[in-house]
């Protein structure tokens, strides 16, 4: 099939590439011309493991192609899928700018009929509000498609080719056919909904996944109080079918660029018609404390006076095999310790640079591997489990720093590792790991 793509972020790029390999022609176009100069010289604007490598193969094989000309690839194309972002606003409601103004310049650029299929994070109703800003300006007759995307970063393109599900909502059956017909070499679980209801399983998904994590992270914060932990907690839980392994893995909360925006706008979503949804409130509430343990921690060692220490940080991105920040932890956790009067030293393998681009390059020393971070650091926190921190020789970290105080803030490190080191190690809800710690658990009362 002829495919446009409108918006290369994750999402375009990495549906674009992988609708090329399953032998469809591609147009991936956004309005950023420097990102459309990169990826015409065979690079790639976002760092996601694999997808250089597919993007180009696909490209020289004449499949996959990359234009600043929306409507020129419009015309060529029977469906369009709109991925561009839909960020939050202050108020916690998606920013439907972009999305509008992307379908207006379909509308204008149609030529014949089309799918337009809509891969952005959108509230409830907003397929039905393009269909008729788009019918405003057109007399060509379009589907519309709600095609809800639930790739991950880091494994965007393994979500993308072994997806779990494909969600299709559409008002016309033979559209509805159509897009089936595209995700078949993908998976069989395909499902078919209404429109409003596609919109709501993106938001819904996504809301129930932060509440997981939520969740464990106050099992863990109770762990941490009663002498429980909350490793072994998860995995006891997570052998029930019902509940699951996954997403249970407690830290310092979850960010990104889809969580913290998607749990916001459902909240205002739901407010819109007279319902509070206070469960997902409490959920974001958990969240934005979560990440602050890290000070506590810190601030519980240094019995309160954190000023003119020196604290190092590994990690920057939100999670490893990114090089996304938005909404990163650590940013709110290193402003707090620059705010009073700490100096950090940060390092994260790839996130560095779009990190100094949010927060700026001052007041942060910025290093250039893990060991030259800790450098006569009086502590380090560990705040993206990217597999190269894991593999540092604790014995050898230990000489570098000057003071071996470690907050692992997503529970990287174990009992081995930590085996004949003079750590004062704290981890999440596993107070039985804690090392040099002086801590006594109270006795229990019932
Ligand atoms: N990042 C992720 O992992 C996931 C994101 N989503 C959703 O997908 C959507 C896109 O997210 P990202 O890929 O992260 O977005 P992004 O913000 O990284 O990229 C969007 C791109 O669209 C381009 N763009 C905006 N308006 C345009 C126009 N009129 N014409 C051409 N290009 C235009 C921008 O220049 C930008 O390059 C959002 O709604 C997001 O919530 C859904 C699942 C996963
Ligand atoms: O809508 C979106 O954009 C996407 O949002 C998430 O994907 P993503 O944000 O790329 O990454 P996740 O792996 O879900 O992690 C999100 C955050 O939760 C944290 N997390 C995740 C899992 C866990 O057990 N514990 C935990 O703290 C991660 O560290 C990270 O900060 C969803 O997993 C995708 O299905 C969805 O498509």
């Not at 095609?147 to 909502?169: K, N, Y």
């Amino acid at each position: 099939m002829n495919i446009t793509v409108i918006g290369t972020g994750y999402v375009g790029l990495v549906s674009g590439v992988c609708f090329a390999e399953l032998g469809n022609r591609v147009i991936c176009v956004d309005k950023d011309s420097g990102k459309i100069d990169t990826l015409n010289a065979g690079g790639i604007p976002i760092y996601e493991p694999g997808l250089k490598e597919m993007a180009t193969a696909n490209r020289l094989a004449g499949k996959l192609s990359f234009t600043t000309d929306l409507s020129g690839a419009v015309r060529q194309s029977d469906i369009i899928i709109l991925a561009v972002g839909t960020p939050p606003l202050p108020s916690g409601e998606a920013n439907l700018a972009y999305i509008d103004q992307a379908a207006i310049e379909i509308a204008d650029a149609m030529n014949g009929y089309k799918i337009v299929a809509v891969k952005s994070t959108v509230p409830v109703g907003t397929n039905e509000r393009l269909a008729t800003l788009m019918r405003a300006r057109t007399n060509y007759r379009f589907d519309s498609i709600s095609l809800p995307e639930f790739l991950r970063e880091g494994s965007a393109i393994q979500d993308t080719l072994h997806p779990d599900r494909i969600v299709i909502g559409a008002d016309s059956q033979s559209a509805a056919d159509t897009m089936t017909l595209l995700h078949k070499p993908l998976t069989h679980q395909i499902v078919v909904t209404d429109i409003r209801s596609a919109e709501m399983i993106k938001y819904a998904s996504n809301a129930f996944l932060a509440t997981k994590i939520s969740f464990i992270n106050e099992i863990a914060n109770i762990c941490e109080k009663v002498g429980a932990d909350v490793t072994q907690v998860a995995e006891g839980m997570g052998y029930d079918r019902r509940i699951g392994p996954s997403f249970l893995n407690a830290g310092i909360g979850y960010g990104g660029s889809c969580f913290p925006k998607d749990t916001r706008a459902l909240i205002q979503i739901a407010g819109h018609v007279d319902y509070e949804f206070k469960l997902l409130r409490s959920v974001v509430e958990v969240n934005q404390d979560q990440r602050f343990n890290v000070i506590r921690k810190l601030e519980t060692i240094f019995e309160g006076e954190l000023r003119g220490k020196t604290v190092a940080i590994w990690g920057l991105a939100f999670k490893p095999n990114t090089d996304d920040v938005r909404d990163s932890p650590a940013i709110e956790i290193i402003q707090h310790l620059v705010d009073n009067g700490v100096k950090v030293r940060a390092y994260d393998p790839v996130a560095m640079s779009n990190f100094q681009a949010l927060f700026g390059k001052a007041r942060v020393t910025w290093c250039e591997n893990p060991l030259d971070t800790a450098q006569d650091a009086d502590a380090l926190c560990l705040l993206t489990e990217w597999d190269e921190f894991s593999k540092i020789d604790l014995g050898r970290l230990q000489t570098v720093l000057k003071r071996p105080i470690l907050i692992d803030g997503r529970n990287v490190f174990n009992e081995e590792n930590l085996l004949g080191t003079e750590f004062v190690y704290y981890s999440v809800g596993r107070p039985s790991m804690n090392q040099g710690v002086k801590q006594k658990m109270p006795v229990l009362q019932f």
